[in-house]
């Protein structure tokens, strides 16, 4: 993985010095919060409903061993013993002291971590494939280029002070595992005729108040353009974007308004001023980031395991987690394991610090220390050897993480929701936490299969309810939480919005609902190879509104 250089440890620690100077006139009174609201979110740090939150970046998802030890140690030390992973791939701690954040600052930068670029209408932390580097499909390993984009975006001078924030996603594998395109700029790599690397450009995707699906304005850009075309659509965007309406000011509204084409004009034209000066790429600079990244030597093994097939056949716990929580690796012998962050009745997404030091202890023993978030909340192991897997689940299960659920019902990506923030309207973790236990049973996971739930408290869309195959918005209602239902959302590479299928339901109605929409794929799909995703495509909404509501 990238390790600082000397740059990047000053820059770190300026800011941390910064920070410290500011928090002490904050807490002086020499700051009105007002004052100190840019400030503070230049470090990552929200005001939230009951207290502030750090947010820590981790950057396109990848830490080791050692940096999970030390969020563990932040949690216990500065917060209530556990942190929240989110789906850009960082982390939050909900119940700092704002005495403390410099504290907790100087001891991220002592593990080359920060909180820079996770707040504000900046170049937001870069995400990827949580299985980069390890998977069968992939083209190349997206965390290279990812690390440049966040080199060139840290403290751009143009690009600090954008009309709102900006996300940037990328996928080194055709199966998308990044959600490409409902981000800002979403990039797949990709390999032209020649077997050169390039990528594939979607502009314009997002979420929250109005989802809209990414387009595409480039087939395939030469690896030396990234910055330069990434430059002209940011330069683009700096100047066209609206600023007199924040619910219109990301780069989704501009392309609708000005149009596909005439934007692709706009950006082409600027990318043809700077393509050859110094923001393209040189070959030997890419291949030196690259070797930060080079994969840990594994010794090509069988493809199958007799530890682990002699172990499935009798632990059925073991059985159903190697069915749905591995994802097959590029070296034969070995796999890549999810740790769960869902446990049935649980918070989606948290994890305490006892667990974060038993996942750096697994990372370290059994992954080549090398651990991934994923945009969906959960943990990864992306190299571990398949003999190594029943010794692994054993620690696992003491460490109440080994829940084989992975893409299931019950790994529903929820937002903190009224819990916690001050924009939601109304609660998404209990409503998780229902589902969960409605739908917690071993077999009837198994017999439902692929069921991705995604829950908002809010508009704004951080549970990403619109790309869930059941996506489900929290909203008020004469002071009384209602739920939305949207149906067919999907964020993979063939992403798509989820359709309101109608009236709200009440917090008591609402897991009755998702049943009955859960009864009803169970009762039309064409055999149980048939997702909810392909039956709800094949014969749509309304066999399923007929559910919930009667018929027409």
Known sequence: MYRYDEFDASFVNQRTEQFKDQVRRRLAGELSEDEFKPLRLMNGLYLQLHAYMLRVAIPYGTLNGRQMRKLAHIARTYDQSYGHFTTRQNIQFNWPKLEDTPKILEELAEVEMHAIQTSGNCIRNVTADHFA????????????????????????????FLPRKFKIAITGAPNDRAAVQVHDIGLQLTRNDAGEIGFVVFVGGGLGRTPMIGRKVRDFLPEEDLLAYSEAILRVYNRYGRRDNKYKARIKILVHETGLEELKADIEAEFEKIRFGVLRLPDEEVRRIEAYFAPPPLEVGNATSDAVEARKASDAAFAQFVAHNLNPHRVPGYTSVTLSMKPIGGIPGDASDKQMDVIADLAEKYGHDEIRISHEQNVILPHVKLDDLPALFDQLVAAEIAEGNSGLITDIIACPGMDYCALATARSIPVAQRISERFGAAERQAEIGELKIKISGCINACGHHHVGHIGILGLEKKGEEFYQVTLGGSANENASIGEIVGRGFSSEEVVDAIEKLVDTYLGLRNGKEETFLEAYRRVGEDPFKEALYGAA
């Not at 580097?133 to 690390?147: C, H, L, Q, S």
Request: charged share 25%.
């Open 133 to 160: 580097g390890a998977a069968a499909d992939e083209i190349a390993d997206p965390r290279p280029y990812a690390e440049i984009l966040r080199q060139w975006s840290s403290l751009h001078p143009e690009f600090s």
